[in-house]
């Protein structure tokens, strides 16, 4: 009897009077606590409950005409929420420590390259083209970076540990994989490279005699 639409498909039915029908369904019926009024069903994943409810309403063996669903995802709205905030929080940090680490790494390597305006323009002088010169920066600049980017990746874990546990995650949970590791080299290596010819931009625009000439 679970499904209305089916009181009047009397295949397989025992029909019986009154009397006995209503002494057979009193242990059951929702009226005296003992039948089911409602059911409910908890998702593995919240953020496929829609797909879930949708898929559940196209399913043909339920009668909908004498059943409904209804959606609580209070708790998630507001974990997600939560989420979402903590999201626009770090990557706030993250552009905003880019942002500086640039500006003292253009403002170091200006002043490494500054320091060798001799050397750059015996270099010039003797007729090395400038981009020459300027990928010789580049280059010494990424060797030092190849020694640099494990370094910090080996020390990465603990430090995001340390940082998770300030958002409310266990520092088991924070995990710094070997993607994160490449994906933190190629971008760290663009961004040296643009420092370097940011750097560069000061000394490079002299000429060779200009050059050797400030430095007497």
């Not at 639409?5 to 242990?27: H, L, R």
């Not at 829609?50 to 559940?56: D, G, K, N, T």
């Not at 790494?105 to 083209?129: D, H, Q, W, Y």
């Not at 663009?190 to 200009?210: E, F, G, N, Y």
């Amino acid at each position: 009897m679970a499904r209305p639409s089916t009181f009047y498909d009397y295949e397989e039915y025992i029909f019986v009077d009154m009397d006995t029908m209503s002494a057979i369904s009193t242990p059951y019926t929702a009226s005296e606590g003992n039948g089911i009024t409602s059911v409910d069903f908890f998702v593995s994943d919240a953020a496929k409950l829609e797909s879930i409810v949708q898929e559940v309403q196209n399913s043909t063996s339920i009668d909908w005409n004498f059943y409904y669903i209804t959606v609580n995802n209070e708790v998630y709205e507001r974990i997600s929420s939560s989420i979402a905030d903590t999201t626009t929080l770090v990557t706030t940090l993250i552009v905003v420590i880019t942002v500086v680490s640039m500006v003292l790494i253009v403002l170091i390597l200006s002043m490494s390259i500054r320091s060798r305006k001799r050397e750059t323009g015996i270099l010039l002088a003797v007729g090395i083209a400038k981009p020459a010169v300027v990928l010789q920066y580049v280059l010494e600049t990424l060797l030092i970076a190849v020694v640099a980017f494990p370094l910090a990746y080996l020390s990465s874990k603990q430090v995001a540990g340390a940082l998770g546990t300030l958002f409310g995650k266990a520092a088991k949970n924070v995990i710094v994989t070997p993607e994160h590791f490449m994906l933190v080299a190629i971008v760290g290596g663009v961004l040296l490279v643009a420092a370097v010819l940011v750097s560069s931009i000061s000394t490079m625009r002299l000429k060779p005699k200009q050059i050797l000439a400030q430095m007497e």
